[in-house]
C-alpha cells in the first residue's frame, strides 16, 4: 500500500498530490512516470511525474480529474493508502551539458511533468526559458517552481489575464521574432496543443520534443495499447517513450486512439457517482 | 478386465451455456473416475511417458498410488518435480509430451496423466494442503528472481527447498505472470488454483515483492552490488506483442492478444464497471493467429458477448499450433474458423474505427524452414469481412527493459538472453535465465522446467562461491 503524503485541489478539478513510494523517488529520473492503481478494483492509470523528493520518498503526482479512476484517487485523504504504485517507467528525457537553449513548454497540468526536466536542463547548466500556458491565470500551476530552475518565464493565457494573450505558440513566435536561438524545444500537455507546438517550430527547423501519454495498461512492454506512429514505425510509448520527436509523431491517430474508450470513461464515472464517492 | 482403449471422458460445462460464461470449462475426474482411469496405467517394465515429461515426473508412481487411494502419496511424488501441479494438469499439452508417448496411445487412447495429476493436486488444493515452512540457516544465501511467471515461481520454489532465501520481483500487481494475465479463467481458475499454487510457494518462506519493475527499479548490477543478492534468475517472459505490419493496426478496436487478455484476467473488465477497466468487443471479432492465445482471445470475446467471433489463420487445421483440446472447444462454442485466410488490411471508417478485415485466401506450397507447408496467397481471392474488432495474437517478443539495462548480458539478434541449455548460466557470472525470455514464446511446463534447471545450477553455483 502506498500513503497519500499531501493533497492539495489546485483549481476546480486538478489536484496536487504526493504519494509515499521511497524505492521509486529514489530511481525516478526527469521525464520519466508511474502506472498507479487506487484500490483492488481499479485501473492501471499512468501519470507523468511532477516531482520526487529522495528524503521523504514522495512522487508528486499532478492530476485533473477525467474519469472514475482519477476521482477516486483525488478522493483519497492525507494519511490514506492506493493499492499500486509502480515505477519508474519510461525513458528519462535526454539531458547533458552544452544544449544550448531550451524551451520547456507546458500547458495547462502539463506544466507538471515540465519541472524536473527543466530542473534537470538547468543543473547541467543549460539556459532554460519555461512557457507555461493555461486557459486563464487562476488555473496556472507551477509558477513559483519553475521560476526557480527557469533562466526566463513567459506566461500565456487564452483569455490574455496574465502575460501574452493566446496560445503557447505565440511565446515560441515571440521568442523567434526576438532572435531567441532556440536548440530545443520540449512541449507537454495535452495533444492539440503539442501538435500546434510542433507545428510552430518545424517550419523554424527547431528540435522538438513531446512526451506523449496514451492508453495503457502495464507501462511494461506487454499491451502495446500505448502504441504510437513515430516516422514509419510503430513505437511503444512505455518503453520506447514517454517522449519522442515531435516532429515524427502521427497526432491525427494518437487523438483518435486516446478516444477509445469515451463511452465507457462517461458510464463509469457516472457509474461511481450514484455511490456517492464523486462531487 | 479387458483393457480399456479410451480414456475416461472428463465432464465439462455444456458448451451453448459455457460460451455465456467464466466458469471453468472441464470440471475434472471424481475420486471413482479418477482411480478407473489410474487402473488402465500397464506399468510398463520401460515407462515412455516420464521421457516425455519436460520436469520428469515420476508418472507410473504416482498413479499406482492412485490405485490405492494414496493421493497424499501420489501428490507427493509429483511436487518431487512439479512444484505447480493443478496448473500443469490443466494447461500442459500433454498430448505432444507424457501421453504421447503412453504404450496405450499405439493401441487407443493413453492414459489421462494429465487428468489425473490435476485431479490428486484439485483434492489438495481443496482440502487445504500442509505446506511446511522451510527453516532457513541464518547465513543462507540470497537469490533473486524476476518475474513471478512460470520460470521464476518454480526456480523460487526449488530454490527455497534447498535452502535458500528466494525473493521474487514481480512488475504487475499480481503474481503469476501469463497464468494471471494469459490464459483465461474459463481454462484456469485464477482464485481456486493459481493463487492457491502461489500461496503454497509463499508458504515455502519465498517472498514475492509485486509492483516492482528490475530494469528500472534496480538493475540487475544493483540487486548483487547493493541489495545483498548472490545470484539472479531472469524469468521475464516473452512480453512484448507482436503485431502484423498491415495497414489499419492503429485504428481504434483493434488489440494485441495480450492486452485484449491482459484488460479481461489480471483486471477483470468482465466485471466492467464494477472493476473499472473497460474492454470493447462489438458484433463480429477476428482472432488473427491459431495458437493457444488465439484460442484464448476467440472464446474470451464469445463470452464477452460479441456475436460472431473468427479465427482467421493463414494455413490449414492440421497446422494449428493450438492444442487440439482447445480448438475443439473453441468450435463446439461457435468459434468460426477460416482458415488459410491470411488478413491484408484493417479497414476502418472515417472516425478512426475498425470496420472490416480485408483478406487474401491462400493455399499451401512446398514445406518452410519450420517443416510446415508455407501457405501462398491465391491471386485475386481478396474478399473482406465486417469486423468490429481485430485481435492480434500471432506471437509475442522478449520484453527489452533487463536486456537494456544489464551491461554484459549477451542476448540474440531477436533480443532473447543467452543462456546454456543445461545451466541456464548467462554471459554474466551470478546471473541465470530460463523459459520464454530464452526460448521465446513457448509453454508453461517448459518454462517451469528451465526455472528447476536453474535452481540446480545456482546451488551449485552458490555452493563453490561459499567455498572459494
Known amino acids: 500500500m502506498f500513503k497519500v503524503l499531501y493533497k492539495k485541489e489546485l483549481s476546480p478539478g486538478i489536484f496536487d498530490?504526493?504519494?509515499?513510494?521511497?524505492?521509486?523517488?529514489?530511481?525516478?529520473?526527469?521525464?520519466?512516470?508511474?502506472?498507479?492503481?487506487?484500490?483492488?478494483?481499479?485501473?492501471?492509470?499512468?501519470?507523468?511525474?511532477?516531482?520526487?523528493?529522495?528524503?521523504?520518498?514522495?512522487?508528486?503526482?499532478?492530476?485533473?480529474?477525467?474519469g472514475a479512476s482519477t476521482m477516486q484517487l483525488s478522493a483519497k485523504e492525507v494519511g490514506e493508502s492506493i493499492a499500486d504504485f509502480v515505477g519508474p517507467l519510461g525513458q528519462p528525457s535526454l539531458v547533458k551539458p552544452g544544449m544550448g537553449t531550451i524551451v520547456m513548454v507546458g500547458g495547462g497540468i502539463g506544466v507538471a511533468p515540465c519541472y524536473p526536466i527543466a530542473r534537470a536542463m538547468h543543473e547541467a547548466g543549460n539556459k532554460v526559458i519555461g512557457v507555461l500556458a493555461a486557459k486563464t491565470k487562476d488555473i496556472l500551476i507551477f509558477e513559483e517552481r519553475m521560476a526557480k530552475v527557469?533562466?526566463?518565464?513567459?506566461?500565456?493565457?487564452?483569455?490574455?489575464?496574465?502575460?501574452?494573450?493566446?496560445?503557447?505558440?505565440?511565446?515560441?513566435?515571440?521568442?523567434?521574432?526576438?532572435?531567441?536561438?532556440?536548440?530545443?524545444?520540449?512541449?507537454?500537455?495535452?495533444?492539440?496543443?503539442?501538435?500546434?507546438?510542433?507545428?510552430?517550430?518545424?517550419?523554424?527547423?527547431?528540435?522538438?520534443?513531446?512526451?506523449?501519454?496514451?492508453?495503457?495498461?502495464?507501462?511494461?512492454?506487454?499491451?502495446?495499447?500505448?502504441?504510437?506512429?513515430?516516422?514509419?514505425?510503430?513505437?511503444?510509448?512505455?518503453?520506447?517513450?514517454?517522449?519522442?520527436?515531435?516532429?515524427?509523431?502521427?497526432?491525427?491517430?494518437?487523438?483518435?486512439?486516446?478516444?477509445?474508450?469515451?463511452?465507457?470513461?462517461?458510464?463509469?464515472k457516472d457509474h461511481v457517482c450514484n455511490i456517492g464517492l464523486g462531487r | 478386465m479387458a483393457l480399456q482403449l479410451k480414456k475416461h471422458e472428463m465432464p465439462v460445462q455444456d458448451p451453448k451455456v459455457r460460451a455465456h460464461n467464466f466458469d471453468e470449462v472441464a470440471l475434472g475426474y471424481d475420486e471413482e473416475t479418477a482411480v478407473a482411469e489410474a487402473e488402465r496405467c500397464l506399468h510398463c517394465k520401460v515407462p515412455q511417458c516420464r521421457k516425455g515429461c519436460p520436469v520428469s515426473i515420476d508418472i507410473p508412481a504416482f498413479i499406482a498410488e492412485i490405485k490405492e487411494r494414496r493421493f497424499?502419496?501420489?501428490?507427493?511424488?509429483?511436487?518431487?518435480?512439479?512444484?505447480?501441479?493443478?496448473?500443469?494438469?490443466?494447461?500442459?499439452?500433454?498430448e505432444n509430451q507424457c501421453e504421447k508417448l503412453c504404450v496405450l496411445a499405439h493401441k487407443g487412447e493413453s492414459v489421462g496423466i494429465g487428468r489425473l495429476e490435476r485431479f490428486v493436486a484439485d483434492r489438495a488444493l481443496a482440502q487445504q494442503e500442509d505446506v511446511q515452512p522451510i527453516e532457513y540457516a541464518p547465513d543462507a544465501q540470497k537469490v533473486a528472481v524476476i518475474g513471478a511467471g512460470p520460470s521464476g515461481l518454480s526456480c523460487a520454489g526449488d530454490l527455497a527447498k534447498k535452502g535458500y532465501k528466494a525473493t521474487i520481483f514481480e512488475a504487475l500487481h499480481k503474481a503469476g505472470g501469463v497464468l494471471s494475465y494469459g490464459i483465461p479463467e474459463f481454462r484456469l481458475p485464477k482464485d481456486k488454483v493459481v493463487a492457491k499454487e502461489i500461496e503454497n510457494i509463499e508458504k515455502l518462506g519465498v517472498k514475492i515483492e509485486l509492483d516492482s519493475v528490475v530494469g528500472r527499479l534496480y538493475t540487475v548490477d544493483e540487486l548483487m552490488e547493493e541489495e545483498g543478492f548472490d545470484a539472479v534468475f531472469l524469468g521475464t517472459g516473452a512480453g512484448l506483442p507482436h503485431f502484423q505490419g498491415i495497414p489499419g493496426e492503429d485504428l481504434n478496436g483493434v488489440y494485441s492478444a495480450n492486452e485484449f487478455l491482459t484488460r479481461c484476467n489480471l483486471m477483470k473488465a468482465f466485471k466492467f464497471p464494477e472493476y473499472a477497466t473497460p474492454i470493447k468487443v462489438g458484433r463480429n471479432v477476428a482472432v488473427v493467429g491459431g495458437g493457444n492465445v488465439a484460442m484464448d482471445a476467440a472464446r474470451t470475446a464469445l463470452r464477452l458477448g460479441a456475436e460472431h467471433v473468427y479465427i482467421v489463420y493463414r494455413r490449414s487445421e492440421a497446422e494449428l499450433p493450438a492444442r487440439k483440446e482447445e480448438v475443439e472447444h473453441a468450435k463446439e462454442e461457435g468459434i468460426d474458423f477460416r482458415l488459410l485466410t491470411n488478413p491484408t488490411e484493417v479497414l476502418g471508417d472515417d472516425k478512426g474505427w475498425v470496420r472490416g478485415l480485408k483478406c487474401l485466401r491462400m493455399e499451401l506450397g512446398e514445406p518452410d524452414a519450420s517443416g510446415r507447408r508455407r501457405p501462398v496467397p491465391i491471386e485475386g481471392s481478396e474478399f473482406e469481412l465486417e469486423m468490429d474488432t481485430v485481435i492480434i495474437a500471432i506471437g509475442t517478443g522478449p520484453n527489452p527493459i533487463i536486456a537494456h539495462t544489464t551491461p554484459g548480458l549477451e542476448t540474440t539478434k531477436r533480443g532473447n538472453i543467452v543462456a546454456d541449455e543445461e545451466t541456464c548460466a548467462t554471459s554474466k557470472p551470478g546471473v541465470f535465465a530460463g523459459g520464454d525470455i530464452v526460448t521465446g514464446a513457448a509453454t508453461v511446463i517448459l518454462a517451469m522446467g528451465a526455472g528447476r534447471k536453474a535452481a540446480a545450477a545456482i546451488d551449485k553455483y552458490l555452493q563453490e562461491k561459499k567455498a572459494r
Open chain 2, 72 to 94: 497424499e502419496e501420489a501428490l507427493k511424488i509429483i511436487k518431487e518435480s512439479n512444484g505447480l501441479p493443478a496448473i500443469c494438469g490443466r494447461v500442459c499439452p500433454q
Open chain 1, 150 to 268: 527557469c533562466d526566463e518565464i513567459v506566461i500565456c493565457t487564452d483569455d490574455g489575464s496574465k502575460g501574452l494573450k493566446g496560445f503557447a505558440t505565440g511565446a515560441i513566435q515571440m521568442l523567434h521574432e526576438r532572435g531567441e536561438k532556440m536548440d530545443q524545444v520540449t512541449a507537454i500537455g495535452p495533444s492539440i496543443m503539442m501538435r500546434s507546438i510542433v507545428e510552430a517550430t518545424r517550419p523554424l527547423g527547431i528540435h522538438t520534443v513531446v512526451s506523449l501519454n496514451p492508453v495503457m495498461v502495464d507501462g511494461t512492454g506487454m499491451c502495446g495499447g500505448c502504441r504510437v506512429k513515430v516516422g514509419e514505425e510503430t513505437k511503444f510509448a512505455c518503453v520506447d517513450g514517454p517522449e519522442f520527436d515531435g516532429h515524427l509523431v502521427d497526432f491525427d491517430n494518437l487523438m483518435s486512439r486516446s478516444r477509445m474508450y469515451r463511452d465507457q470513461e462517461t458510464v463509469e
Open chain 1, 17 to 66: 498530490m504526493d504519494i509515499e513510494a521511497p524505492r521509486v523517488a529514489k530511481k525516478a529520473k526527469a521525464g520519466q512516470f508511474i502506472v498507479l492503481r487506487v484500490n483492488e478494483e481499479g485501473e492501471r492509470i499512468p501519470l507523468t511525474i511532477a516531482d520526487n523528493d529522495t528524503e521523504t520518498g514522495a512522487i508528486k503526482l499532478i492530476f485533473q480529474v477525467v
